[in-house]
């Protein structure tokens, strides 16, 4: 009897070790990723739309849970905002929209063929352009539906740079950055 409940004392010493272990790690990695999120947008931030960051969560929501990506996601928004000085009505809660839509969406369909998800990088361009409507109208007053489909005309060649750009760097960087973290996961996976 005493064998038996020094065995479950050991089993959930062990268990609570390995809960540690991967709470040490999921917020080693979840920052990390976090700072790749933003590093990489502060170097093209030079170029207008042109960025890795829709790449990155599409790939990231195959493999983070929800406790690592959507945080991920509202870290990103905030440091984001906060760094290109836009931490306003204007475009914080439409990023903060357009982004988690993106990791939710990308999450539900991570097991779907990669056509589905290359589809869903390029229309996220003109979803995230889109989001920006209702917020800028409420800001700058907009009165008539005339001012709103013309800030739609106006926005709509940075929604195609976008989508563009999504292709690209989908493309190039989707299936090695996926088998990247598939044999990163596999290698974590063994060892714990």
Same mark, same amino acid.
């Given at each position: 009897m005493i064998h038996y409940q %020094? !065995?479950?004392t050991y089993i959930h010493l062990?268990?609570?070790r @390995?809960?540690?272990? #991967?709470s040490v790690r999921s917020i080693a990695l979840t920052s990390m990723l976090l700072a790749i999120l933003i590093i990489q947008e502060e170097l093209l931030v030079f170029i207008p739309n042109v960025q890795l960051t829709v790449i990155l969560i599409i790939v990231y929501a195959q493999f983070l849970s929800d406790k690592e990506l959507y945080p991920l996601v509202l870290a990103y928004v905030i440091l984001d905002s906060l760094l290109m000085g836009s931490l306003s009505l204007l475009y914080t809660p439409a !990023? %903060? /929209?357009s982004w988690t839509l993106l990791a939710l969406v990308s999450?539900?369909?991570k097991h779907k063929p990669d056509y589905v998800k290359l589809i869903i990088a390029i229309? /996220?361009?003109f979803v995230y352009g889109w989001s920006f409507i209702p917020f800028t109208a409420i800001v700058q #007053? /907009? @009165?008539t539906w005339n001012q709103v489909f013309r800030y739609f005309y106006f926005d709509l060649p940075f929604e195609a740079i976008m989508a563009v750009n999504s292709l690209i760097t989908y493309l190039i960087f989707y299936l090695p950055l996926t088998k990247l973290f598939k044999k990163l996961y596999k290698q974590v996976d063994n060892t714990i």
């Open positions: %020094l !065995m479950v062990q268990l609570d @390995s809960k540690t272990k #991967n !990023m %903060l /929209f999450k539900r369909l229309c /996220f361009a #007053n /907009f @009165s």
